[in-house]
């Protein structure tokens, strides 16, 4: 009578196969999801105040605002450097009927300015330095509709409204 013990090299090669192929279709994977996360979160963060802003202008004058002003932000011009994270700069400028909204991400390894803390930022490669652009789209009704209407980020990273 023959005494097993254990696995056979055979059986031992076929299961790190399987976990080689897992990990080469799992790593990937979860390197999209997580800059996507980033740019999701950052993104909402940057813009969700002047989507309010645009929103609440909208609905009082059934008409999209001309610039930050407008809106009664106490920002003059169209730029507004913000403090959010990644996020360097929000732009809103008025496309015929539409609004809008550009989000600017920081370069790799910027430094944050100087009062926001001046910190030195680690930035995702997929988006340092890039844009995403949403556009507001007012109804008849006042109601205004979100979209994202391109930039420099790749499709895959932006946020879905």
Not at 17 to 39: E, F, N
Not at 52 to 70: C, G, H, Q, T, V
Request: glycine share 8%; net charge neutral; proline share 3%.
């Amino acid at each position: 009578m023959r005494n097993d013990r254990g696995f056979t090299l055979i059986e031992l090669m076929i299961v790190i196969a399987i976990i080689g192929i897992l990990a080469a279709v799992a790593v990937p994977q979860y390197q999209t999801y997580s800059v996507r996360s980033v740019s999701t979160s950052e993104i909402l963060t940057a813009i969700r105040p002047l989507q309010l802003a645009i929103s609440e202008f909208s609905a009082k004058n059934k008409r999209m605002p001309a610039d930050y002003a407008d809106m009664g932000t106490g920002i003059d011009g169209t730029e507004a450097t913000t403090c959010l994270g990644r996020i360097e700069q929000v732009t809103y400028t008025l496309d015929g009927v539409d609004g809008l909204i550009t989000a600017i991400f920081y370069a790799n390894g910027a430094t944050q300015h100087v009062s926001c803390g001046a910190k030195v930022l680690q930035v995702p490669a997929d988006l340092a330095a890039k844009t995403v652009v949403v556009r507001a789209k007012m109804n008849a009704s006042g109601t205004v509709a979100y979209s994202i209407d391109g930039g420099t980020v790749e499709s895959s990273y932006r946020p879905r409204f």
